[in-house]
């Protein structure tokens, strides 16, 4: 669950740090006041793309920071594992945004990356916004929304399915390239000149690296000599002085002091004159040889010709010569080809369909349970008379199978079903998108839900039937609610208050907990308008039983 949230030069907050318990939270304000910044604080932690006019005016970047207790799951220890991340029971992440547009991001204080916000943030928070139930107008939704309440049943198949499906999709655009590519004689001929090409220049990257050092010998071998010869008759005269040195020391063999130094000298003078001999004989072998020259001139340049049409590297071009093979062969056996492609795709499409229809059979089972328990919900949300029915049709093969579906709702007795977005006001959309995210969301690992004003067009008995939903959802779950209603603000175990300043230079947004005393007044204030009233004080705490 969402343990703490800190947040810095964010949008319209300076500083704002709030922690978060179990239960029910209900963030509450006037329309403007920063409730939904601070929902897009946590998308940033959920890898909503950053901006630079998140950044309060006037400051060089904005912070993010949020301490989530986590339920560590096989699949997030792979996740986790897969990202080069490790795991705690307690993650913390952070988001820096500059006004430069750039942003860091680190995940249990690693530096990271969106991308793996992205991939963690679900097994985390589900941040439900006004934008999420308009998602539901679209059919497209309609079956993954499906898919998600049949995960348990349905996601191994999918898994499979999918790595079928991609391989069929992968061999079908084989096949078409395969047909609309130039396999004439004339395009064969090409191949060929350009394998035989490769061909004649047979050397590894290692090979060409030691054949550029030979050449580049013999380029400077005139200035090689010059300073070699140099070189022997410093050391020729050297030696000479040195030997002449030793024997002078020598005449004092009979005082046993000196012995150590001299035999020591000696030795490191008869090494000198070793090495010296070795360095000698490594020039005498570095004899310019014309012919030599002009050959590895000539192979080099070659080399770096095929490098220039063909790859940076002589294993770039091995691999391109290796599809030359691959293409060469397609032209010469083209037909055999083409059937064992056709052959390839028949067997990877039978499997995939075989496994289609058992997702099928998985999605019509599934919706008629997913009807139920919307109808029991629909039921409780004052929708009693509501109809909500999933139609699932075959289609040819797609990336979700052979299945078209659609959420099918009729409101009122005697309408007919009709799509969503055909027959249902905001109020009732509202609502049941709340029924399928209760449903979906309780037995999923995720501890927290975010929702952004989910009662919206909704009052009275309706807005307390959404405030107890999300309540009883509160037992298994941590839920944050932000609230223009009080009747669902009552309902919640912690309430807090966010309010506007206003100098004349800028706004500054905050974050207040509310005791039980300051709770009262806020939902009187919710109720009454600006002017709280006796009456509204008196109603506030029969909402709150107090």
Do not use: W
């Amino acid at each position: 669950m969402l343990k703490s949230l800190y947040i810095s030069s964010f949008v319209i907050i300076d500083k704002m740090h709030v922690e978060f318990d179990e239960g029910m939270s209900v963030l509450t304000g006037e329309t403007g006041a920063g409730k939904s910044i601070i929902i897009d604080a946590l998308s940033q932690l959920c890898g909503a793309r950053a901006s630079t006019s998140l950044i309060k005016k006037n400051c060089p970047k904005a912070t993010i920071e949020g301490v989530f207790d986590v339920f560590i799951t096989k699949e997030l220890e792979d996740l986790c594992n897969q990202l080069h991340i490790e795991i705690d029971e307690q993650f913390v992440i952070s988001k820096e945004i500059y006004q430069s547009g750039k942003s860091s991001i680190k995940i249990n204080y690693q530096n990271s990356t969106n991308a793996a916000l992205k991939q963690l943030s679900p097994y985390f928070i589900d941040i439900h916004s006004q934008f999420e139930t308009q998602k539901i107008f679209n059919e497209k939704n309609h079956i993954l929304l499906l898919d998600e309440y049949a995960s348990k049943e349905l996601d191994n198949y999918m898994n499979e399915y999918h790595q079928l499906y991609q391989q069929y999709k992968k061999l079908t655009q084989q096949l078409h390239q395969a047909i609309e590519e130039d396999m004439s004689d004339e395009q064969l001929d090409y191949l060929l000149s350009q394998a035989s090409e490769i061909d004649n220049i047979n050397y590894t990257d290692e090979e060409i690296d030691e054949l550029s050092d030979e050449l580049k010998i013999l380029q400077n071998h005139e200035k090689i000599s010059q300073i070699i010869n140099e070189y022997h008759q410093y050391m020729t005269n050297s030696i000479s002085s040195f030997n002449d040195a030793l024997h002078c020391l020598n005449r004092l063999s009979d005082f046993e002091d000196f012995n150590e130094a001299y035999e020591s000298l000696y030795d490191m003078y008869y090494n000198i004159k070793d090495q010296n001999d070795e360095i000698m004989n490594i020039y005498r072998e570095y004899q310019f040889d014309e012919y030599r020259f002009n050959e590895l001139q000539e192979i080099l340049f070659q080399v770096n010709r095929l490098k220039r049409k063909y790859g940076f590297t002589m294993e770039a071009i091995q691999e391109y010569r290796q599809n030359l093979d691959e293409q060469i062969n397609k032209i010469k056996n083209r037909e055999e080809y083409i059937d064992d492609l056709k052959n390839e795709i028949q067997k990877y499409h039978d499997k995939s369909l075989h496994l289609a229809h058992q997702i099928h059979d998985i999605r019509l089972q599934k919706a008629k349970e997913f009807e139920k328990q919307i109808h029991h919900e629909l039921q409780d949300l004052y929708l009693e008379n509501a109809i909500f029915k999933i139609n699932i049709s075959e289609t040819e093969l797609s990336n979700n199978g052979i299945d078209e579906v659609k959420f099918m709702v009729s409101i009122n007795k005697g309408q007919n079903l009709s799509l969503l977005n055909e027959s249902a006001s905001g109020g009732e959309i509202s609502r049941i998108m709340l029924a399928i995210k209760i449903i979906i969301l309780q037995y999923k690992p995720i501890d927290t839900i975010i929702f952004d004003e989910v009662d919206a067009g909704v009052s009275g008995k309706v807005a307390t039937s959404i405030g107890e939903k999300l309540h009883l959802l509160a037992i298994k779950k941590q839920v944050i609610c932000i609230t223009h209603l009080p009747q669902v603000a009552s309902l919640a175990d912690h309430h807090y208050s966010i309010e506007k300043t206003m100098d004349e230079e800028e706004s500054i947004s905050s974050i207040k907990y509310l005791n039980q005393k300051e709770r009262i007044y806020e939902i009187a204030k919710m109720l009454s308008g600006e002017i709280v009233t006796d009456e509204a004080i008196e109603n506030a705490k029969k909402l709150l039983n107090v």
